[in-house]
């Protein structure tokens, strides 16, 4: 069983920065996604950015340039470091995990994922 634990969030003004962190237990071995979503009030879950195994990255046309995704595999931990955030940036922040078919790739769909975290609130304020 796959458990992920995010932490960071918070509170910031416009401008500012903050990094998210997901920490993997019981991990999917081999090939396999990890991605961040958020979701703001009455809208739909978002995919952010994604990264496989072998540090390939995908990104949301919204978050290029700002957001930055990573990983550290000898921790089992994957980072979201979002600078220059915005108001529209405001909401609950998910982490999530899938396995990677042969040749697939990690699109930001969160339909796909099957593993996921518990919600980290990120508020910007302008």
């Known amino acids: 069983q796959v458990q992920l634990v995010v932490s960071g969030g918070g509170s910031v003004q416009t401008g500012g920065s903050l990094r998210l962190s997901c920490a993997a237990s019981?991990?999917?071995?081999?090939?396999?996604?990890m991605g961040w979503f958020r979701q703001a009030p009455g809208n739909e879950l978002q995919g952010v950015a994604s990264?496989?195994?072998?540090?390939?990255?995908h990104a949301a046309a919204s978050v290029k340039g700002r957001f930055t995704i990573s990983q550290d595999n000898n921790k089992n931990t994957v980072y979201l470091q979002m600078n220059n955030l915005r108001p529209e940036d405001t909401g609950l922040y998910y982490c999530?995990?899938?396995?990677?078919?042969?040749?697939?790739?990690?699109?930001?769909?969160?339909?796909?994922?099957?593993?996921w975290g518990q919600g980290t609130q990120v508020t910007v304020s302008s």
């Open positions: 019981g991990v999917i071995s081999g090939r396999r996604c």
């Open positions: 999530a995990a899938k396995p990677r078919l042969l040749a697939g790739t990690c699109a930001i769909n969160a339909n796909s994922y099957t593993n």
């Open positions: 990264i496989d195994e072998g540090g390939i990255t």
